[in-house]
């Protein structure tokens, strides 16, 4: 029960933190309540870590960071008493890679989500602006489903998302867990 507390509490705090780093990407004004809360939350992990990292082009490499090392603490934590060595080390920092990539495909997936229903309702809010600096470059590639006033490119970035959410990401998982058996 305590590790999974631990994980969700892990997933909530690293989601956080991406959605910081998107957030601070965008250029939202830090006035906005959305960027306090956000900023206020993980203060406490960030700060100390961008003394060590300074932020790499427009991306606040400290949030990254500080989320990684969340979930390879977590790996670390859960490792039963007596497994370690090289293979499982450099299978856990793999696994919190992993587990980043997929952290950052639910923020992702509900800043698509947010940027579809306030497009609808609130076409002037500043979080409109900064959602469509964030996610323009991301559904460029699909541009061609842009039909007259009609979007459609963050549809198929959504069904990609959730693709390596549902099915990549576990596939990879799996394979990684059979190559590390005895």
């Not at 004004?29 to 870590?49: E, G, I, T």
């Not at 060595?85 to 990539?101: E, H, K, Q």
Request: aromatic share 12%; hydrophobic share 60%.
């Amino acid at each position: 029960m305590f590790n999974q507390f631990a994980a969700l509490l892990a997933d909530a705090l690293a989601m956080l933190l991406l959605a910081r780093c998107l957030l601070q990407y965008g250029r939202l004004n830090y006035m906005h309540p959305l960027a306090q809360f956000c900023c206020r939350s993980s203060d406490w992990l960030v700060k100390p870590l961008r003394r060590l990292l300074p932020p790499l082009g427009g991306l606040d490499s400290a949030c990254i960071l500080a989320a990684w090392l969340l979930y390879l603490l977590l790996s670390f934590i859960n490792l039963p008493s007596g497994m370690f060595g090289w293979p499982i080390a450099a299978a856990d920092v793999l696994l919190a890679a992993l587990a980043l990539t997929r952290s950052a495909a639910y923020v992702l997936l509900g800043g698509l989500l947010w940027r579809m229903v306030l497009s609808l309702s609130q076409t002037y809010s500043p979080l409109v602006a900064v959602l469509n600096r964030v996610y323009e470059p991301l559904c460029r590639p699909f541009a061609f489903l842009r039909i007259g006033r009609w979007d459609f490119s963050g549809s198929l970035l959504a069904l990609l998302l959730w693709g390596w959410i549902g099915w990549g990401l576990p596939a990879i998982i799996m394979h990684l867990n059979f190559l590390l058996l005895p």
